[in-house]
């Protein structure tokens, strides 16, 4: 049925979904049908397995991809061309459980520019257990967010040599957030202590979003001074933060505003470190349900929010009518206790 179709040459926005077909329609395979298009959205197409030539697409914008099991790469040689470029316009793409995705082109692939992304804003990448790395990545990019991701380092460059993070992460000169949840083998596989920290990095992070934080420990996280949000969450495993870890709050105590502890079912500590964030503003807890006391707060703390579950001994401290530490939280204009 989908063969039979003839889309207008005016179409900007294709969606897809449940297609069941292994290969694309044939109208697809040639780009003349689909030049114009802006937006492509494919989802829960189990079958399918090449994807159509979205490289060639110069008006592109945004492309998602999601449950589609059997793609193992996102782009082809085509025309006998093993060097163009790719993607001119594409600003958003979106991969989600796509689960024998390897890699990002075929063999033999190579950008004029050396990034096949030139206008990348915003990369989301969920649940690809088989990805190898990164692809080069433009300066422009200012989101990135990695979930589920099988990787034991991160590496912006299509090459079979792992380069350092502070060498990998740094080239996006506009990454304002960045997120890494659910990517163990990032943290086990050791190569963060073995990192020096590089002059040449220069991280300028708005908002960073992570569920361990042994990333801190990572270059260029590492070394960063620019941060003013950051949010830990969605880790059943961790009980306390790690000393390095805790000392870390130390290179953003005059930037961070905002810190979010969120999910995190056995934590029992957070950072004493915590007192010397001279910036901070506000601070977020949300079913940390193991937390008994908080740490010594600093005098800047404007509003401090606890919700979710919460541990009876925490509830009983911090109550408003005669909690024995309620007084250790007095300076705080705003406070909004709400224990499940």
């Known amino acids: 049925m989908l063969d039979n179709l003839q889309p207008p040459k005016c179409l900007r926005n294709l969606s897809i979904e449940r297609y069941m077909g292994a290969r694309s329609a044939i109208w697809m395979s040639n780009v003349n049908p689909i030049f114009n298009l802006e937006k492509i959205e494919f989802s829960n197409c189990r079958e399918w397995e090449t994807l ?8 592109l914008k945004r492309l998602t991809l999601i449950e589609m099991p059997k ?32 890699d990002w082109f075929e063999a033999g692939v190579a950008a004029e520019d050396g990034c096949l992304f ?10 690809c257990p088989k990805l190898k790395e990164l692809p080069s990545l433009p300066s422009k990019l200012k989101r990135l967010e990695i979930d589920g991701i099988g990787w034991t380092t991160l590496n912006f460059c299509s090459n079979s040599n792992p380069i350092p993070l502070a060498d990998e992460i740094r080239r996006p000169a506009a990454l304002r957030y960045l997120s890494i949840t ?62 390095e870890a805790a000392e870390w709050f130390l290179n953003i105590s005059s930037s961070l505003c905002k810190l979010n502890y969120i999910y995190l079912a056995s934590l029992q500590s957070l950072p004493s470190s915590l007192e010397s964030l001279s910036a901070l503003q506000e601070l977020y807890i949300e ?10 707060l600093p005098p800047s703390l404007k509003r401090l929010t606890i919700i979710g579950d919460c541990h009876p001994e ?25 224990p499940r």
């Open 52 to 59: 159509l030539p979205f490289g060639q697409l110069p008006f």
């Open 71 to 102: 793609v193992k790469c996102l782009e082809s040689k085509f025309n006998g061309n093993d060097k163009y470029h790719a993607f001119p316009s594409l600003e958003v793409l979106h991969i989600s459980y796509l689960d024998a995705l390897e």
């Open 118 to 127: 030139p206008c990348l804003t915003h990369l989301f990448l969920l649940d």
């Open 182 to 243: 659910n990517c163990p083998n990032l943290i086990s596989g050791g190569r963060y202590r073995e990192v020096e920290t590089s002059n040449n990095c220069h991280l300028m992070l708005g908002n960073l979003w992570i569920s361990d934080p042994s990333v801190l420990l990572m270059e260029p996280l590492r070394s960063i001074a620019s941060l003013q949000e950051l949010s830990i969450s969605l880790n059943d495993e961790l009980v306390s933060f790690p000393n």
């Open 287 to 296: 079913g940390v349900p193991m937390l008994r006391e908080l740490p010594k």
């Open 314 to 338: 925490l509830k009983e401290r911090y109550r408003e009518d005669g909690g024995s530490d309620r007084h250790k939280i007095a300076h705080i204009p705003y406070i909004d206790i709400r």
